[in-house]
């Protein structure tokens, strides 16, 4: 038996106590101007059903639903924030679960967490772009120095590098 929900109208359904007719609301028949009202219903379903379900159901019934619901984030706040004024206690338990506000928080937080990361990145960045400069600056002093004649031990206490880095640089580079 196929059941074709764009053609069930969704107010036959907000009644319900049927978890999976809150679940599939999205799904069902309803205008461009009825979004609102849909969402709003849907999340009313919810904070009946709450008491009825485990968190579990609850926030598989939730995620189902939010796959189909395509709101905005800042309406969905809105709408919460009615909920919540509507029904103080509920409001709060139903922003736990609700998958949309979770995700929406996420994604904040790994935006954050992103530009933080960038942050922290640049800054190791420069300071091992800065710790390979001064290397290779020393290096190249070095290889100066060798080339000028100077001693292995005159070149190592002027630069800071060990006899035995020194040695290996002036190998390295053919020096005679």
Known sequence: MKVELRKQHWRQFIDSA???????????????????????????????LQ??????R??????VADLYFN?????DKRLLEELKEQY?????????????????????????GM???????????????IAVG???????TALNMLREGMEISLVAKVTGLTEEQVVKLKKTSFIK
């Open 18 to 48: 049927n978890p999976v007719a809150a679940a599939l609301l999205a799904k069902m028949g309803y205008t461009k101007g009825e979004e609102r009202e849909i969402r709003l219903a849907y999340l009313r379903m919810i904070l009946r």
């Open 115 to 129: 530009e933080e990361g960038i942050e922290k990145g640049i800054e190791q960045g420069i300071e091992q772009g």
């Open 71 to 75: 709101t905005e984030p800042e309406e």
């Open 51 to 56: 008491g009825k379900l485990d968190d579990a």
């Open 88 to 112: 103080p206690e509920e409001g709060e338990s139903i922003m736990k679960l609700m998958p949309a506000w979770s995700r929406l928080g996420y994604e904040e937080g790994l935006k954050e």
């Open 134 to 140: 001064v290397e290779k600056g020393i290096e190249k």
């Open 58 to 63: 609850m926030a598989l019934i939730m995620s």
